[in-house]
C-alpha cells in the first residue's frame, strides 16, 4: 500500500509570491490533515479536510488555504508569501474524520522564501 | 500557533541503555496522546498511543506512561539502538476540538555506539 505522498519535495520561492503544496492521501483514506513544522514553533496544525469539506481550522492567517478534490488528494495554497512562511509543511492522512490516532504523515515539502 | 516547540531538548544514551522521554500536556480534556518518531528528512512516524482513561501501555521495546494528575507523558524505549536516533514528539488529541494533533516539543535522541 503507497504512503502518503507530498509534491514537490523542496521549493524555493521568493517573497510576495504564491505556492501549492499537494498531498496523495493513502488509498481509501478521507481525511487529510496539514501541518507546519518550524524549528521555532515545532509542528503546528493548519487545516484537516473530510470529503472535500475543511472540518477544523488552526490559528493561522487567511492567506493560507486548502482544498481537497474527490479523490481525496489535498492542495495547499500559501499567497503572498513571507519570510516566516519558511518550513516544512506536512500532511497526514487517515481513515476517519479528525486525525484521531490513525494519520500517517508523508515526507513533507520544504519550503524556503527568500 | 497551539503548540509549544521552542529549545529542543537532547538526551544522549548509550546503545543497549534504556531511554525515557518526557512530555508535559496542556489539556486535561485530551482523549488520546501519542509518541511520534521522526527521522531527518522523514515526516513523523507513529509509535504509540495511551488513551486518557489508561496510565500505562506496552508496545515492542517501548512503553508509555500517563499521569494526569501532572499532565505527564513519558516514552520509555528499552535496550536503546542507534536506529533509535530521532526526535520524538508527544501530541495530544481533543475530540471536542475536532481531534487535530496539538504537539508537543521534541525531544532529540542521540544514541551511541
Known amino acids: 500500500k503507497a504512503g502518503v505522498t507530498q509534491t514537490p519535495r523542496y521549493l524555493i520561492k521568493t517573497r510576495g509570491q504564491q505556492v501549492t503544496l499537494s498531498c496523495s492521501p493513502i488509498?481509501?483514506?478521507?481525511?487529510v490533515s496539514w501541518y507546519q513544522q518550524t524549528p521555532g514553533q515545532g509542528l503546528q496544525f493548519l487545516f484537516e479536510y473530510f470529503s472535500e469539506t475543511q472540518r477544523n481550522k488552526g490559528n493561522f492567517p487567511g492567506r493560507f488555504s486548502g482544498r481537497q478534490f474527490s479523490n481525496s488528494r489535498s492542495e495547499m495554497n500559501v499567497s503572498t508569501l513571507e519570510l516566516g512562511d519558511s518550513a516544512l509543511y506536512l500532511c497526514a492522512s487517515s481513515s476517519r474524520r479528525g486525525s484521531g490516532t490513525e494519520a500517517f504523515f508523508g515526507q513533507g515539502t520544504r519550503l524556503t522564501v527568500v | 500557533g497551539e503548540s509549544v516547540g521552542l529549545h529542543l531538548p537532547t538526551l544522549s544514551v548509550q546503545e543497549g541503555d534504556n531511554s525515557i522521554i518526557n512530555c508535559a500536556y496542556s489539556?486535561?480534556?485530551?482523549?488520546?496522546f501519542i509518541w511520534y518518531k521522526q527521522e531527518s528528512g522523514k515526516g513523523p512516524q507513529f509509535i504509540i498511543d495511551i488513551r486518557s482513561n489508561m496510565d500505562k501501555r506496552q508496545g515492542q521495546r517501548v512503553t508509555v506512561l500517563l499521569n494526569k494528575t501532572v499532565k505527564h507523558l513519558s516514552l520509555q524505549i528499552a535496550a536503546t539502538q542507534p536506529g533509535d536516533s530521532a526526535v520524538y514528539f508527544c501530541a495530544e488529541i481533543a475530540y471536542n476540538q475536532g481531534g487535530k494533533l496539538i504537539f508537543g516539543q521534541g525531544t532529540e535522541l542521540s544514541v551511541k555506539p
Open positions: 489539556n486535561s480534556a485530551s482523549d488520546y
Open positions: 488509498s481509501g483514506h478521507r481525511s
